[in-house]
């Protein structure tokens, strides 16, 4: 029996106790095509792994099979298509990129401040105190 795939399994047990496809996807609240897909063992053609694992669960208690052993039978199928190669070393430029944009983004800041002080720290002529105004203009000051 271990030599039976997990859709097949699943197959003969719903038509063992006699349930359409359409009594399943109500049951389990799983869409139609993708109990269809199930049972074809087109697991790949499933939304995601998190989905899988799950709509399988749902389909065994449906039947009255062991959802872990269910499980367990899926992974040990899969176990060749989780082994993912490693990526390629991408050239640096993403790092590279990322230091001219944190470059790029303080020189902007420098900027920024910069103008923002000379702004606050520019004399202004007509904002003079009215004491000093007058003490320039005095003639009592002028030694001339």
């Known amino acids: 029996m271990f030599m039976d795939s997990v859709g097949h399994i699943l197959r003969q047990r719903r038509e063992a106790k006699n349930m359409s496809i359409e009594e399943i996807a109500r049951a389990t609240r799983v869409p139609m095509s993708s109990v269809e897909r199930i049972e074809s063992d087109q697991f790949d053609e499933l939304p995601g792994e998190v989905f899988v694992r ?3 669960k749902s389909y ?7 959802p872990d052993e269910i499980l367990a039978r899926y992974t040990a199928s899969r176990r060749i ?3 993912t190669p490693l990526p390629i070393a ?3 430029r993403p790092i ?3 230091r001219y944009g944190v470059a790029i983004a303080f020189v902007l800041l420098l900027i920024l401040f910069t103008l923002a ?3 606050v720290l520019k004399p202004r002529g007509d904002d003079m ?3 000093l105004s007058q003490t320039i203009s005095d003639p009592k000051f002028n030694n001339s």
């Open 54 to 56: 799950g709509f399988l």
């Open 60 to 66: 065994a208690r449906a039947v009255d099979l062991d």
């Open 81 to 83: 298509a989780w082994v």
């Open 90 to 92: 991408s050239p640096s």
């Open 96 to 98: 590279r990129s990322r």
């Open 117 to 119: 002080l000379s702004i």
């Open 129 to 131: 105190p009215q004491e």
